[in-house]
Structures are given as structure tokens and as C-alpha cells.
């Protein structure tokens, strides 16, 4: 093989090296920029995935707009107004809730469980009724066709009718703001799966991946600069025409992304 072919060979397969064994990536360096830009759309970092797109000149797949109604949507379940959620929901993919209603009662038992949180706090007939007539009137129907939303049901009614330090730790855990935690996460990935973007895990593990390669490579440089002023300097314009991955940590922090 000759000196130019290894050189292209190396160059469209990254390699990340470590003291024990070397991990070949077959991504671009514009398919790894396309990775990061979609990894901030994905977690709803709108300020930082516009600079990200600016700095490595490329396009979102996603508009900007798609990106902060999913963020409010996360943002609603987070602070527990579901009825918020499920019409931003709903003005977003119209199609969405009907087409999973898995997703659907997920979202109804977690407004149950909101309801049961406020009657807990302040015990009144008014907030007991209402509980028990959206319980009835909304997932008790689906409760009767699924075993699993069966069982979700009797779970979540066992917080109104068991004293909080009997009940075992899984029912507990549904008054904990993990769970709207949770409930958002499966929400967002629904969305972007219904627009055609790659799944959270995978992308993450992609993304991971290429930030340390990223690591690896900016230690390697700097130790070859400090061996070698003299080059380091010369070189020194060379970087600035690199991936903007390496202001990715400081841009995200400018995102104001829903935690």
C-alpha cells in the first residue's frame, strides 16, 4: 500500500488509541460532527446546538422550533402538569397518543398520581372525588383490556389506600420525581423516534465514543507540542480548522436545557 492510500485509509477511519489497544471508528469527521449536533438537538440543548451547527457548518435535521416544543413538553411533565403535557403533546404529533397508547397511559396514570400527591397534602372530599372520576373515566377503561395497565392501576390506587410506610418500595418510588423523570425521557424519545432521529441509547454510545477518541487525540497533540515547540507552533493554525467538538462542554452549558 502506498504512503497516500495509508494516509486516506487513516484519515476516513479514526483511530483511538489507549495503552492497551487501538479502537478503529469508521466515522468521518463530518458524520461524528453530525452525531454531536444531533446528540444536542436530542437532548433539547437549543442555544448550543445552533452555535455547534454554526461553528461546524452544518444544517440541523431538526428545526429550531421542533426543538423547544419538546423541551416545554419535558418541562411540563417535570413539574408534574400533565394536561399541559398531553396538549403540547398533541399539537406537536397530533397522531402520536393514538397510534401508542402505552405512552397514552403512561402519561394518564402519571396525572393520577399528581392528583393523589395533591390530595395526600391536603386531604379534601372535593380533590377524592376528582381523582377517583378521572381514575374511572380514563384508565379504568384500558385497565379492562390490558393486564399489564391492570396491574399499573391497582398499584398507583394502593397510594390512596395504604399509609405510605407499608407499601413496597416500587409504589413508593411512583410518588418520587423520578418517576416524571422517567415519564418525560419515554415521551421525548417517542417524539424524535416519530420524527425519524435515531434512538437516545445509540446515539449516546456514538457520541461517547467519539469524545473520547476527541480526548485521546487532543492529549496526544499536546504532548507531541510540548516534545516539539517548535512544530506545535507551526501546526498551531491547523486546529482551528478542526471539528468545534471541543467547545461543545462550554457552548451546553449556555443551553438552559430542562434538568
Not at 18 to 25: D, G, K, L, N, V
Not at 88 to 93: G, I
Amino acid at each position: 500500500m502506498s504512503a497516500a492510500a495509508a494516509q486516506t485509509v487513516h484519515q476516513s477511519q479514526p483511530i483511538v488509541q489507549t495503552a492497551h489497544e487501538h479502537i478503529e471508528t469508521p466515522y468521518s469527521k463530518a458524520d461524528l460532527n453530525n452525531l454531536v449536533l444531533s446528540f444536542l438537538v436530542i437532548e433539547g440543548y437549543e442555544t448550543a446546538a445552533a452555535k455547534f451547527a454554526q461553528e461546524a457548518n452544518i444544517t440541523p435535521k431538526v428545526s429550531t422550533e421542533s426543538i423547544s416544543e419538546r423541551v416545554q413538553i419535558r418541562t411540563a411533565i417535570i413539574r408534574g402538569d400533565i394536561t399541559r403535557a398531553i396538549t403540547l403533546v398533541n399539537e406537536l404529533d397530533p397522531e402520536l397518543l393514538d397510534t401508542d397508547p402505552t405512552l397514552h397511559f403512561m402519561l394518564l396514570r402519571l396525572h393520577l398520581i399528581e392528583l393523589i400527591r395533591a390530595h395526600l397534602a391536603a386531604p379534601s372530599p372535593w380533590s377524592l372525588s376528582t381523582l377517583l372520576d378521572f381514575a374511572t373515566s380514563h384508565l379504568a377503561p384500558r385497565a379492562q383490556t390490558s393486564p399489564a395497565c391492570l396491574t399499573d392501576l391497582e398499584q398507583t390506587m394502593s397510594l390512596l389506600c395504604f399509609p405510605h410506610d407499608v407499601l413496597d418500595a416500587s409504589a413508593r418510588a411512583l410518588l418520587s420525581t423520578d418517576t416524571r423523570h422517567l415519564v418525560a425521557d419515554r415521551v421525548n424519545e417517542a417524539l424524535l423516534e416519530s420524527q425519524g432521529i435515531v434512538r437516545e441509547a445509540k446515539l449516546r454510545g456514538l457520541v461517547r465514543l467519539f469524545l473520547w477518541q476527541q480526548g485521546i487525540q487532543e492529549k496526544e497533540r499536546a504532548a507531541a507540542e510540548s516534545s516539539h515547540p517548535q512544530a506545535g507552533n507551526a501546526n498551531g493554525g491547523a486546529n482551528n480548522g478542526d471539528t468545534a467538538v471541543a467547545s461543545t462542554d462550554v457552548v451546553m452549558h449556555d443551553s438552559g436545557r430542562v434538568s
